[in-house]
């Protein structure tokens, strides 16, 4: 058993620290607190090849492992992206761009692939409606077959990127006798399709550098070719493998931002002084010091071992379940403690602790709260 990166996976995620370090970092506090999304970064994290990561090369991307493809999530964070640029990339490349390369067809894979690695189009994945949230089974956005096309009808709750999408793939009931296990298909909806129309964005606690929005389908029409996957199997695949790959490699920014948490309390405990010396010299502030880098280590472990069970093509549904449970509420304990450590400063907009506070939050609410990690994960235990 190796516990050790390649070299080149080290290398490769430095690379994407010193990026994001000076590329990215740098301009999302503006964002932040305007609430807008950084399209030049964007374009640039596009050069660097970081939007099409995963896919193989022929649909412009570089064939990065799940592995890989989490770690280079971590540096980019560490190097001080905020949660809120790895959520749009992650909806965009992961929840947004797998279903495609795992489910799609040939030209569905070059239609929309190839532009969403360039950073020419922009990728969603609407699950989640308003009365379908933890119970995503329950969905009601219908797909009625009329002819060579599907019409949609229903609507889609908080989903990322929304505002900015060109596409977005859809979960919409097919026949509701059948269920969620074969009544549920996936589609691929064009934002210029008719009767298709994204909601006015929603003014959010963190993440504000990734817009969210609803999506409204009003007899939208989707030509029959993009369905994605087999009709009736959406949930069953379309889901499973998307909710795995998020619960998995998405985790990879609130791991960088533990990195980039730590560096920033080492920095400030050194050079804060409090009764004629600095803080660091305190045995309550080391402890805290020594929780954040113990939360980090642990998380690294979940997810390397859950992104690795994925590529070696092992079914990974209780380790994305655990990586997911374990990682969302330790990055929201160690930002907590991170804005302890700032003391007064930490609650101030102009530190970056106070943000990866506000952010961190969504981890244990999206991709599946943290209530259903335990309730999938108990009910694994108690099946055998
Ligand atoms: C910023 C943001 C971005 C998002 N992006 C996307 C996206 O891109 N695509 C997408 O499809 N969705 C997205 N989501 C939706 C997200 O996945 C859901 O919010 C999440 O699954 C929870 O659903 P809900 O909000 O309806 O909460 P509810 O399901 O209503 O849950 C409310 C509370 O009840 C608890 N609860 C529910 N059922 C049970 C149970 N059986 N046992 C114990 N407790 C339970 C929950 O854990 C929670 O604490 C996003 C959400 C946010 C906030």
Not at 19 to 28: M, R
Not at 36 to 51: I, Q, S
Not at 152 to 165: C, H, Q, R, V, Y
């Amino acid at each position: 058993m190796d516990f050790m990166l390649s070299q080149e996976q080290q290398d490769f995620k430095r690379e994407c620290k010193e990026f994001a370090s000076k590329e990215i970092a740098p301009f999302l506090e503006e964002h932040d607190r305007n609430s807008t999304f950084f399209w030049e970064g964007w374009k640039k994290m596009a050069e660097f090849g970081l939007l099409g990561l995963p896919f193989p090369e022929e649909y412009g991307g570089s064939g990065a492992s799940a592995l890989d493809t989490a770690v280079a999530k971590e540096g980019f964070a560490a190097g001080g992206a905020d949660w809120g640029i790895c959520l749009s990339w992650g909806a965009n490349t992961i929840i947004g761009g797998v279903p495609i390369w795992k489910l799609g067809t040939e030209e569905q894979k070059q239609k929309y692939l190839v532009p969403l690695a360039a950073g020419e189009t922009v990728s969603c994945f609407g699950l989640t409606e308003p009365d379908a949230g933890s119970d995503a089974a329950s969905l009601s956005t219908s797909a009625k077959k009329v002819g060579d096309k599907y019409i949609l009808n229903g609507s889609k709750m908080f989903i990322t990127n929304g505002p900015i999408a060109d596409i977005a793939i859809v979960l919409a009931v097919t026949d509701k006798e059948k269920g969620p296990k074969g009544g549920i298909s996936a589609f691929i909806v064009e934002k210029e399709f008719p009767g298709f129309r994204a909601g006015k964005e929603l003014d959010k606690m963190g993440n504000r550098t990734s817009p969210t929005s609803e999506l409204f389908f009003e007899d939208c029409e989707v030509p029959a070719e993009n369905l994605l996957g087999e009709e009736g199997l959406g949930f069953v695949l379309v889901a499973k493998e998307t909710l795995e790959w998020e619960r998995a490699v998405m985790m990879g920014p609130a791991i960088g931002l533990m990195e980039a948490n730590l560096e920033r309390c080492l920095a400030y405990a050194k050079e804060r002084e409090q009764f004629g010396q600095p803080i660091a010299n305190f045995q309550a502030i080391q402890h805290k010091l020594a929780d954040i880098k113990v939360a980090m280590d642990t998380s690294r472990l979940l997810m390397y071992r859950a992104a690795w069970m994925k590529d070696e093509g092992m079914p990974a549904a209780m380790e994305a379940s655990v990586c997911k449970l374990f990682i969302s509420e330790a990055a929201m304990e160690a930002a907590s403690t991170a804005v302890q450590i700032f003391g007064g400063y930490g609650y101030i907009r102009e530190y970056p602790v106070e943000r990866s506070f506000r952010d961190s939050k969504l981890g244990e609410i999206g991709g599946g709260t943290s209530e259903i990690q335990r309730m999938i994960i108990s009910k694994m235990l108690l099946r055998g």
